[in-house]
């Protein structure tokens, strides 16, 4: 009697805990389930991609961390994964009960907590949210995070989570991390054998890496191997395969090493913060996919041509960038000498005065104002009264034509006294608001405000000349096309402007002077600033070159490409020597001719309401046969001289004897150009 009440009550005790535990489970999804979703949140490395939409350069917090999607993961890796660590992953709702009740049979006889029998999602929610101790209290917490997960998530979206946080030591989270380490390829180019090596490893880090115990590694690939045989995830010929490869290894995270554009680099992410408004230590270890606009080959030809001319001068620093025009796509960058050295980024952050390069933003104006390009003024040594002060100006080495100049030649000698009277007679605002117009800022209401006195930056001038290169519409500079998440989900897309924003004549006709900076049909009193690379150019290409006693700049383009280049001291140490003022020009004529090579010739396309004019330089006059020099220069319709060139009707010996004399000068300009 008393062994029937001792059985009848061991079975009513039993019943109580098994209903117990199933009201109790029940009750807990059903709390799992109105509770919002548990955050998935997670440090990942952010991948950066050029214009091509390859990998350059990525970022990433304390972790190696990269998040794949899917469906880019190869289905031999996903199906090693299931057989090796949860069988019925498809089939339960986060916790495999059989493997439960004898991972806990086995812990009572042993009287500890070393058998386990955590499925993906129960390890998903260990790497996200808790430690890996082994304490009843965190299995508690581990499993109601798991029935969160179940009941919230997809098993896609809870696999998926997994390959791309599980640990695979050596500082690896994740799968590409992973393959990355292992063997210097991504996830998607995986053998077979190598995605069967890489699933046995989270088993036990520090048992199972290749790196520590190889014996023990290629034991339990084997073992996978053959189970993804037995289960028919492979055939038996695919199995003898990868049993035989022969796996190599290239140990260290390659693709985390340093970018080769690293101040662009950090350009990116910059604007990415700004773009999606988060801290940049958010967008680094993000896990966001930033498609960029970087060419790689310009890129290159670009650092290249800079080691090439400055190898002999370990000092003096350089900021350049090139753009596409028609997009303001900055399509190559570089912010100095040695990234290492200094990350300051000079061609966006320093603030230099750009000297005559300054000078087309005045002309600008001035063809606004009814100026044309033989528009003449007196050059000649000039003491300006301004506000009651005196301001004295003077020309490249005291050259002076002492007779009027057309525009034309003003531009290609950078004719000061021209320039700063130019200026006077618009009016000093003028400039000012052209300039802000152009995207400048801090200008001031100052005499020598057209030679280049005011602080700009290397991107300033990059963007502003791109203005005058695509005829006038808005531009502005971006290294960032789009930006999505780790799950592809787009969160910026740029949308591009075609606003015209300035006067498509005016801009065509500036374009059109300043490709006279090479033409050596001009020269006179002075020799074009760009006579000492006018025989390297083999296209058309517009530019103002510049310079102060600390600054040499070079801006120039094509229709299709602007490039700005700076060089000087950090400590702005006068330049040393007539040579410092050639790199600029020198970088950029290689440049710009090498990025060049294999396209079709382009021309600057003249829009409407433009009339062409063959020109005497000397006199302003439409040329004749008997004018020794002749320029095809453009007008607004209306505005063409009328007047036919009579100045070499007859050659006057004094002439001639002026000539002669004025060789000598214009031999020492080509040697020591401006």
């Not at 599980?166 to 393959?179: L, P, R, T």
């Not at 490249?396 to 021209?418: C, G, K, Q, R, V």
């Not at 001639?656 to 300009?669: I, N, S």
């Amino acid at each position: 009697m008393n062994k029937q009440f001792f059985l009848r009550r061991l079975v009513q005790i039993l019943i109580g805990i098994i209903l117990f535990f199933l009201f109790s489970t029940i009750l807990l999804y059903v709390i799992a389930y109105i509770l919002p979703p548990p955050e998935l949140s997670i440090e990942r490395n952010t991948i950066l991609y050029d214009e091509q939409g390859d990998i350059f350069g990525e970022e990433k917090g304390v972790e190696s961390r990269y998040w794949v999607s899917l469906e880019n993961i190869p289905q031999h890796y996903i199906d090693a994964v299931i057989v090796s660590e949860d069988k019925h992953f498809f089939k339960h709702y986060g916790f495999d009960v059989p493997r439960i009740g004898a991972a806990i049979y086995a812990n009572i006889k042993s009287f500890s907590l070393r058998e386990g029998a955590s499925t993906l999602t129960q390890q998903y929610a260990r790497n996200l949210y808790l430690n890996h101790e082994k304490t009843w209290i965190r299995k508690i917490k581990e499993a109601f995070y798991t029935m969160r997960l179940e009941t919230h998530y997809t098993k896609e979206e809870i696999l998926e989570g997994y390959v791309n946080t599980v640990y695979f030591g050596h500082g690896a989270y994740g799968v590409e991390a992973a393959s990355r380490y292992f063997f210097n390829k991504q996830v998607s180019h995986l053998t077979v054998a190598e995605a069967a090596l890489l699933a046995s490893i989270p088993k036990g880090p520090s048992i199972y890496s290749p790196l520590v115990n190889k014996h023990k590694a290629f034991q339990r690939q084997k073992h996978i191997l053959q189970t993804l045989q037995r289960e028919d995830k492979i055939t038996k010929t695919t199995y003898e395969g990868a049993i035989r490869e022969q796996i190599t290894f290239e140990t260290g995270d390659t693709l985390t090493r340093a970018s080769t554009s690293p101040y662009f680099q950090d350009e990116v992410i910059k604007e990415a913060a700004e773009l999606l408004q988060k801290d940049i230590t958010d967008i680094r270890a993000g896990g966001y996919h930033i498609y960029t606009t970087l060419d790689i080959k310009k890129q290159s030809l670009l650092q290249q041509q800079i080691e090439k001319e400055l190898t002999n001068n370990q000092d003096i620093q350089v900021g350049a960038i090139a753009m596409d025009p028609e997009t303001g796509a900055i399509v190559a960058l570089v912010g100095g000498r040695d990234y290492e050295e200094s990350p300051f980024n000079r061609a966006t952050q320093a603030e230099r005065m750009a000297g005559s390069a300054f000078k087309p933003f005045l002309y600008y104006a001035a063809l606004e104002k009814n100026f044309t390009p033989t528009t003449k003024l007196q050059s000649e040594r000039t003491a300006f009264r301004v506000d009651g002060k005196v301001y004295e100006p003077k020309n490249f080495n005291n050259y002076y034509a002492n007779e009027p100049i057309t525009l034309a030649e003003a531009i290609a000698f950078s004719d000061n006294i021209y320039a700063v009277k130019t200026h006077l007679f618009l009016g000093m605002q003028e400039l000012k608001q052209t300039g802000e117009a152009f995207g400048f800022t801090s200008l001031e209401e100052i005499p020598s405000l057209p030679l280049g006195t005011a602080t700009v930056t290397v991107e300033q001038m990059t963007e502003a000349y791109s203005h005058l290169a695509n005829g006038g519409k808005k531009v502005n500079g971006h290294t960032i096309t789009k930006i999505s998440d780790q799950h592809e989900n787009v969160l910026y897309e740029r949308k591009l402007s075609k606003d015209q924003v300035f006067n498509e004549r005016s801009t065509f006709i500036l374009t059109d002077l300043l490709t006279g900076m090479f033409d050596e049909t001009l020269n006179s009193y002075m020799t074009v600033t760009g006579a000492s690379i006018a025989d390297q150019l083999t296209r058309s290409y517009a530019g103002k070159s510049g310079s102060t006693d600390f600054d040499s700049w070079m801006v120039g383009y094509s229709p299709s490409l602007v490039t700005a280049i700076w060089l000087g001291y950090d400590d702005h140490r006068k330049l040393q020597s007539p040579i410092d003022y050639t790199f600029a020009k020198q970088i950029w004529a290689q440049f710009m001719e090498t990025s060049h090579l294999g396209t079709e010739q382009e021309t600057f396309k003249a829009p409407p309401g433009i009339v062409q004019k063959s020109i005497d330089p000397e006199s302003g006059h439409i040329a004749t046969k008997n004018c020794p020099r002749q320029r095809k220069m453009y007008f607004k319709q209306g505005t063409e001289p009328r007047t036919v060139c009579s100045l070499h009707d007859v050659v006057p010996k004094e002439k001639d004897e002026q000539k002669k004399r004025g060789f000598l000068k214009r031999l020492f300009d080509f040697i020591f150009p401006e």
